[in-house]
């Protein structure tokens, strides 16, 4: 979702590349649901390694913004001045309760993610 959000609201300023210390391999359907529900449409999105972008194969990125505590404590150190911020928001993934308790929680996360997007970058 924070892909999204950074493509739709900073896409003119920042590349959004969305990747994870431990990616499922799928972006959860929930969240593209979420994301339609504000016409953003992250159906294309992949998951990915930040792994990938470590040299010598990939190229590092300016700023990782880690949006979890797991994130932020399995990111790998990337070498150059590479800017860390951390934006820990709650994983969605794990909300219980009723289908459409469970799709709150992605939108109140999806939400958090907007505001803190525009209130960063």
Do not use: H, W
């Amino acid at each position: 979702m924070a892909e999204g959000y950074l493509r739709e609201l900073r896409g003119d300023l920042y590349e959004s590349l969305s990747a994870g210390a431990k990616p499922a391999g799928y972006v959860n359907q929930k969240a593209v649901e979420a994301m339609q529900e504000v016409g953003i449409d992250i159906s294309s999105q992949q998951s990915k390694s930040i792994n990938e972008f470590l040299p010598p194969e990939g190229n590092p990125p300016d700023i990782i913004v880690s949006v979890c505590d797991t994130a932020d404590q399995n990111c790998p150190v990337f070498p150059g001045n590479v800017q860390r911020i951390s934006m820990p928001f709650d994983d969605p993934y794990y909300a219980e309760g009723t289908e459409e308790e469970i799709m709150n929680e992605f939108r109140r996360v999806r939400d958090e993610i907007r505001a803190a997007i525009e209130s960063t970058f």
